[in-house]
């Protein structure tokens, strides 16, 4: 790329360093950003320029791509107006000035609207080294985060989203105006304010919090963050236990916007973007390294969190070499590096990590390809850790799968072409069609495929009549919005229409699907809600695999948000047991099933989706629609605000 005048037109902020790090040129956005004039920026040291605080991660930025080559990126924060600060990630390129061909450095603000989630990592990783919680308050939406940080203190918010009314409730309400004034004024860095704290389990706590006004990205919203310490002596025998569930909640959620950000990634760059700030958060890591396959010559970007020698060694490499990463590539198979003895064991005439001093020392290395099994990989990625880490089974079979999911993802961008009649085939097939003339009944159903990537999707849904006459209905999510996903929805759709034939009750029908999914060994995984419905007296029984709750609508126009006990997802947890339950719909009344699609969006929450489909589907009752209408009903409302995910509507009225 040429360095020019042409890399400073931008609205975010920017500059261009020479290869010391001192500032050539800036941007007015760049100059507000580091709230000095211009005149002042120019010909001083980038990082001297920064808060204290950020002065070493701007440092070891820039000069990541000025010695390797190589894109380098970090989140930083710049002093932002009035006290608060502002998080961007920033993104450093080594560029060439196309007038004298000198050598420089091109440091900019990149764009991460899209993904607000990935400029929360350092924060979160913060706050976890030592020992301290983390959340976040949203004062447009009046709802507050639990980001994470230290187990023992999220034993205390079982849930990671709640509303302020909700938390203020917990306060005691002699502290809830010292609260109240700690979110009024975060502008800067509050002092530290102890209050107490009602939880569910094990009675009060006295915490101590702190406050600060953070803006996530250069035009992002203003959000308030506050860091939690525990104070409490004495600590009750189960909050060890709902720690660890917490923390694999907050991990699960990770894996998943992990998951769903590799896939929904459009650009290279936005799937660089993805890897270098979530990689190293998510497998424990201090660093991490992205190596993309261009003509036959690994090209790499990092984190900025690793050693320069490693980046040198790497970038330009040829794929025809001895070493770990070729051989990774090559043959389609991780690697795992403990020590330098091991290393120089297995490639002991290798050059590819002629600089890796610290092996064995400081960190160990795992190498894994980008590319599902049966396809030449596409680059690989390497996560650095602490010495004496050695990632677990699982954690070996997660990266594996992640790095599928981001071979598939960068296979998609970079070939741009979807078997969009295959598919249409394909999703045409997945379509059941709804038992007619149910006494007493009416089922209705609707499907819209994702906009995104193939015209196809993992969502399903079905209705069939049972032995007994009883009427099962089902609906589900599969991870994906591809024609692997569609195959997939179809094993697990046959699956419970064959198991259910078999067996009396839909707990025992999910648990049979998923011990079959499990023993398939699948990289996806599916949600699900399945209901029998008794049509001559109303009696519903119904199991839930980690889907969205069901919706009961009346024919007064109210309704009901119903979530029925259940278990995880399919196909993930061998010998997982579902719990049912058993309950009664009346007559002139609906239940209506949806995927996640249909209920959560931009600027949409699942809860306020739940909320906005329930209102519409008694509102449609009321008005005397039949179940095919009421369907149309719920999905036009969603399609109609831009949801991007596959969206299913399946409604059951009893008449």
Same mark, same amino acid.
């Given at each position: ?202 009675? $009060?706590?006295?915490? =101590?919090?702190?406050? !600060?006004?953070?803006? #996530? %990205?250069? @035009?992002?919203?203003?959000? +308030? ?69 261009d003509e036959d010559r ?48 297995? $490639?002991?005439?290798? =050059?590819?990590?002629? !600089?890796?001093?610290? #092996? %064995?020392? @400081?960190?160990?290395?795992? +190498? ?34 992640l790095a599928d999911l ?98 009396? @009750? ?136 831009d949801h991007a995910d ?10």
């Amino acid at each position: 790329m040429d360095a020019s005048d042409e890399l400073l037109r931008r609205d975010d902020p920017a500059a261009l360093l020479t290869l010391d790090g001192v500032i050539s040129g800036l941007n007015p956005a760049m100059a507000t950003a580091l709230d000095r004039p211009a005149e002042q920026c120019l010909g001083r040291d980038f990082s001297e320029l920064w808060p204290p605080n950020q002065q070493m991660s701007a440092e070891s930025l820039a000069i990541q791509a000025a010695r390797t080559k190589a894109v380098a990126m970090r989140v930083l924060e710049f002093p932002g107006p009035c006290g608060a600060s502002v998080a961007c990630l920033i993104e450093a390129r080594p560029v060439t000035d196309s007038a004298g061909g000198k050598q420089m450095v091109w440091v900019h603000a990149l764009d991460s609207r899209n993904d607000l989630t990935s400029l929360l990592i350092p924060f979160r990783m913060a706050a976890k080294a030592t020992n301290l919680g983390l959340w976040m308050y949203s004062p447009q939406e009046r709802q507050l985060e639990w980001l994470g940080g230290a187990p023992a203190l999220a034993a205390n918010f079982l849930d990671p989203t709640a509303s302020l009314s909700r938390v203020m409730s917990a306060v005691h309400p002699d502290d809830r105006e010292t609260f109240r004034q700690l979110l009024r004024s975060a502008s800067g860095q509050s002092s530290w304010h102890r209050l107490r704290l009602l939880t569910e389990h094990d009675g $009060w706590h006295r915490l =101590a919090i702190q406050t !600060r006004q953070i803006q #996530l %990205g250069c @035009d992002g919203p203003e959000q +308030i963050f506050g860091v939690v310490r525990d104070d409490t002596k004495q600590e009750k025998s189960k909050a060890k236990a709902q720690a660890a569930l917490i923390a694999e909640r907050q991990r699960a959620k990770d894996i998943a916007d992990f998951s769903s950000a590799l896939i929904t990634a459009a650009t290279e760059q936005e799937l660089q973007q993805v890897v270098l700030t979530r990689l190293a958060a998510t497998f424990y890591g201090t660093g991490a390294l992205l190596g993309l396959v261009d003509e036959d010559r690994l090209h790499v970007s990092t984190d900025a969190g690793i050693d320069m020698g490693e980046v040198t060694a790497l970038h330009d490499m040829p794929l025809d070499g001895p070493g770990p990463v070729s051989e990774a590539i090559r043959c389609g198979k991780p690697q795992f590096i403990p020590d330098r003895d091991d290393y120089i064991r297995r $490639w002991p005439s290798s =050059a590819a990590f002629p !600089r890796l001093a610290h #092996l %064995g020392s @400081d960190y160990a290395v795992s +190498i894994t390809p980008l590319g599902e099994a049966g396809t030449q990989p596409l680059g690989a990625w390497m996560v650095f850790s602490g010495t004496g880490y050695r990632p677990a089974p699982d954690e070996q079979t997660l990266m594996g799968t992640l790095a599928d999911l981001a071979g598939q993802a960068l296979r998609r961008i970079r070939l741009q072409q979807a078997r969009v009649d295959l598919a249409a085939a394909l999703q045409q097939t997945m379509l059941p069609t709804l038992p007619e003339h149910l006494p007493g009944l009416e089922v209705a159903a609707r499907y819209r495929p994702s906009r995104d990537g193939l015209d196809i999707g993992g969502d399903w849904y079905d209705a069939f009549v049972l032995p007994d006459g009883a009427v099962a209905l089902e609906i589900g999510d599969v991870q994906g919005h591809d024609v692997d996903a569609a195959a997939f929805m179809g094993q697990v759709r046959m699956s419970l229409r064959a198991i259910a034939g078999q067996e009396p @009750d839909p707990a025992t029908v999910l648990r049979c699907t998923n011990e079959l999914l499990v023993t398939m060994d699948p990289a996806r995984f599916a949600s699900c809600t399945m209901l029998h419905v008794d049509p001559r007296d109303g009696q519903v029984t119904g199991a839930s695999a980690g889907h969205v709750p069901v919706l009961c609508a009346r024919k007064d126009g109210s309704h009901r948000i119903h979530e029925l006990p259940g278990g995880p997802v399919l196909g993930v947890v061998l010998d997982t047991e579902y719990r049912e339950e058993t309950f009664t719909l009346d007559r002139d009344s609906a239940l209506v099933m949806v995927t996640d699609g249909v209920v959560e969006g931009p600027g949409l929450t699942l809860e306020a989706g739940l909320e906005r489909a329930g209102t519409l589907a008694g509102a449609a009752l009321h008005d005397g629609l039949t179940a095919e209408e009421t369907a149309d009903r719920v999905l036009d409302a969603a399609a109609a605000v831009d949801h991007a995910d596959d969206l299913a509507v399946l409604v059951i009225r009893r008449m």
